[in-house]
């Protein structure tokens, strides 16, 4: 089952209680809700993945201590038919637990890395690092969700972006001369310019990546190719559960061979 993101559930929320926006704080009264809107929201909020409550520990707590309040008004809900929900603030001074469950929310990203993400330690730029942390956990959540060809395309400049970052901390004085020499072919341009292909062999001939590293990511490429129908029809290929695993599994060899390099 796909996961929910913050911004999905604001929505929601703000669709089957849209006079939160005018609530007023402090409530002096329960406010009554139908239960299958609560629970809605509910199973809405509690299905957004943890990495996503990008909160500082104050409001994280405040966040969860309102999810509960409302899950355990929702358990205690009146008598039958069961069809209400009295809904009420943590304390006087306080929103209704909806509203600041949507206002905390609000301030979450829909995309964050997944605590189980680890590498990239050898990117010193804190921001890069984050953005491919970020990349290569929605990688490993498409494959979960058989989302083959994304997972396959977004692994694949997985590679492609730590190589081009190897490359360009390279003293370019170094790089020219390694290149000339064992890579006279090279492309004669900017390197955000080159094709994947490319990079490979350039990491490849300055000892970045191992020559199995080398197979695999041009393996990376090739399916990351298959993302143009053309190619795809003309080869009678398809990305599939396969090429997803080829191509994480390249991006990982690649961060490997690269953290030996650059300690």
Not at 16 to 40: F, G
Not at 54 to 69: I, K
Not at 225 to 247: E, M, S
Request: proline share 5%; hydrophobic share 40%; with cysteine.
């Amino acid at each position: 089952m796909s996961h929910t993101v913050p911004s999905q559930a604001c929505v929601l929320i703000t669709k089957l209680m849209p006079e939160l926006d005018s609530e007023q704080s402090p409530l002096t009264q329960a406010v009554i809700r139908q239960a299958s809107d609560v629970k809605a929201v509910l199973d809405c909020v509690e299905s957004i993945p943890d990495e996503l409550i990008q909160l500082s520990p104050d409001e994280a707590a405040l966040f969860r201590a309102n999810v509960s309040a409302l899950r355990s008004a929702w358990e205690d809900r009146s008598k039958p038919p069961h069809n209400n929900v009295f809904i009420k603030t943590l304390n006087k001074h306080d929103h209704t637990w909806p509203f600041e469950i949507k206002r905390l929310l609000a301030k979450c990203s829909d995309m964050a890395p997944s605590a189980a993400t680890t590498g990239f330690e050898f990117i010193k730029d804190i921001d890069l690092r984050n953005v491919l942390r970020t990349d290569a956990s929605s990688a490993f959540s498409d494959l979960l969700n058989h989302e083959y060809k994304s997972a396959t395309v977004l692994a694949g400049s997985l590679v492609e972006a730590q190589l081009l970052w190897a490359l360009e901390e390279t003293d370019p004085t170094t790089l020219a001369a390694t290149l000339t020499a064992k890579f006279p072919r090279h492309p004669k341009k900017a390197l955000n310019e080159w094709m994947l292909g490319d990079m490979i062999e350039a990491a490849h001939v300055c000892g970045y990546i191992t020559d199995d590293t080398k197979t695999q990511a041009s393996l990376a490429q090739n399916f990351r190719n298959l993302i143009h129908p053309g190619r795809q029809a003309r080869l009678k290929q398809k990305c599939d559960v396969g090429t997803a695993y080829a191509a994480l599994a390249a991006m990982e060899r690649v961060a490997v061979d690269l953290k030996k390099k650059f300690p």
